[in-house]
């Protein structure tokens, strides 16, 4: 049983076009994040929230806490965007982090 | 300092040997994370340390896996008697306690 489910788990997407990420989650959290890893290994932390939206450039990140969802937009896509995004809570209880599997993006020019 | 550091980048083993990975946090961070990530898998937590201290150990954390921080800043992870399912992509983060999570570059392990 995973406590964090994302989809799609690949997606495929014209530059340009508007993409949306979707998490549930089973737990109760003190923050959901929205990390960004691209091929290689390196892991960049996008979002940390808790609640509401948060917009940083292209990226939006939305969580909704009664309904156990997240989701993350982007804008304007560009084939840099290409990498895997991760969603990651961290439960109330404990310290560790919950990871989704991933989403895998390509972006095409 | 300019970022959470992982030596090596690489390391190539034999099945039976103990191999050992550094990470070097970011100096003002009191929290060290412990992950591992397999093929087309989300990372998995391992451990973590407040300070020095190991607050947190993963089930996935075999006898054969130790980790320490000694003085509070670099930790490393040890791994005995390596196995082929050892193989996979360590990292390491840190925070400030319950701030954001800075990720290493990660160390990826091959156990032939």
């Known amino acids: 049983k995973n406590e964090v489910e994302q989809s799609p788990q690949n997606l495929t997407a014209q530059e340009g076009e508007f993409i949306t990420i979707n998490c549930s989650y089973s737990v109760g959290i003190s923050a959901l994040h929205w990390l960004q890893q691209h091929p290689g290994g390196g892991i960049v932390s996008l979002f940390m929230?808790?609640?509401g939206k948060k917009k940083h450039g292209r990226l939006i990140a939305t969580i909704n806490i009664q309904e156990k969802h997240s989701s993350l937009h982007i804008t304007a896509s560009h084939p840099r965007d290409s990498a895997v995004y991760i969603c990651a809570v961290s439960p109330n209880t404990g310290n560790q982090f919950y990871f989704g599997t991933g989403t895998s993006l390509t972006v095409i020019p | 300092d300019t970022g959470v550091s992982q030596d090596p980048r690489h390391k190539i083993t034999k099945r039976g040997q103990n191999v050992t990975f550094r990470c070097d946090p970011i100096?003002?961070?009191?929290?060290l994370y412990w992950y591992r990530q397999t093929l087309g898998q989300g990372p998995e937590f391992l451990t973590y340390?407040?300070?020095?201290?190991?607050?947190?150990k993963s089930r996935l954390l075999s006898d054969r896996f130790s980790a320490e921080r000694p003085k509070g800043s670099f930790s490393t992870l040890e791994i005995q008697r390596t196995e082929q399912g050892d193989s996979a992509m360590y990292l390491c983060?840190?925070?400030?306690?319950?701030?954001?999570?800075?990720f290493g570059p990660g160390t990826r392990l091959t156990v032939l």
């Open positions: 983060a840190s925070s400030f306690t319950y701030g954001e999570q800075f």
């Open positions: 929230l808790s609640s």
């Open positions: 340390f407040q300070n020095e201290a190991q607050l947190e």
């Open positions: 100096s003002e961070h009191n929290r």
